[in-house]
């Protein structure tokens, strides 16, 4: 491979993507493909922190629709991302890759508490760490966890990985065959716009401390490798 176009990302999946073709729960299969995937950039020197949502397990919002109180519903959401990390966590292992768990949410027997210093070191040592527990707070999504582990550690760019779309269009491709599809956007464009690429605090955290996203499908196999080594894929927001 060319030389990487980044040294060190946050990818981010979305619960969606863990799930598949399967639409709901874990896909194992596509996480044995991400593992692989992941193998394959890390090698090339990248380094790779994930974040992961849970939305494949547990969406919040539609509780809070039935009646449900919106900060019980959001724990749940974040206990839902550390079921994802465990088992991504395992997916990377089988394939030889060295990983930790990090997570917001204070759970020692099965991770890491989340320390900025130690995720660095990590990173340093060449092992994948994988952030779970969103912000440890409810009403902040796991976009806003990705924007805000992104500043932390420095990373150049969040891959947002999507389960059913490639890229950010101006409706629902799924719904709308004939919605445009943005190759490049700027922040501000997502915010007045209203795309729902990620929410306002997240876009807004990036577009303050000048973190790239390129938002993209895990619908072919190879595009996370794709993205790292800079080619035109999905769409770029800067």
Excluded at 211 to 218: A, N, Q
Aim: glycine residues 10%.
């Amino acid at each position: 491979m060319q030389e990487p176009a980044y040294k060190r990302v946050v990818l981010k999946l979305s619960g969606e993507a863990l799930s598949g073709n399967i639409g709901y729960g874990i896909d194992h299969a596509m996480m044995g493909n991400i593992a692989a995937q992941v193998k394959q950039v890390k090698s090339y020197g990248v380094e790779i922190a994930i974040v992961v949502g849970g939305g494949n397990i547990w969406r919040g919002a539609e509780a809070e629709e039935t009646g449900m109180d919106r900060a019980t519903a959001d724990y749940m959401g974040m206990l839902a991302t550390v079921l994802n990390a465990l088992a991504l966590q395992d997916a990377l292992e089988r394939n030889e890759v060295d990983t930790r768990v990090q997570t917001a949410l204070e759970m020692q027997q099965v991770a890491e508490p989340y320390i900025r210093r130690r995720a660095l070191r990590h990173l340093e040592k060449g092992r994948v760490v994988i952030f779970a527990g969103g912000t440890g707070n409810p009403f902040f999504s796991t976009d806003t966890s990705a924007a805000l582990r992104a500043t932390e550690i420095d990373a150049e760019v969040i891959l947002l990985a999507k389960g059913k779309v490639d890229a950010v269009y101006d409706a629902d491709p799924l719904v709308d065959p004939g919605a445009k599809k943005y190759t490049e956007l700027k922040y501000l464009e997502v915010l007045n716009k209203g795309l729902g690429v990620m929410d306002a605090t997240a876009a807004s955290l990036c577009m303050d401390n000048g973190i790239k996203i390129i938002v993209f499908g895990l619908n072919q196999s190879g595009n996370i490798e794709r993205v790292v080594r800079g080619d035109k894929i999905g769409t770029i927001i800067m």
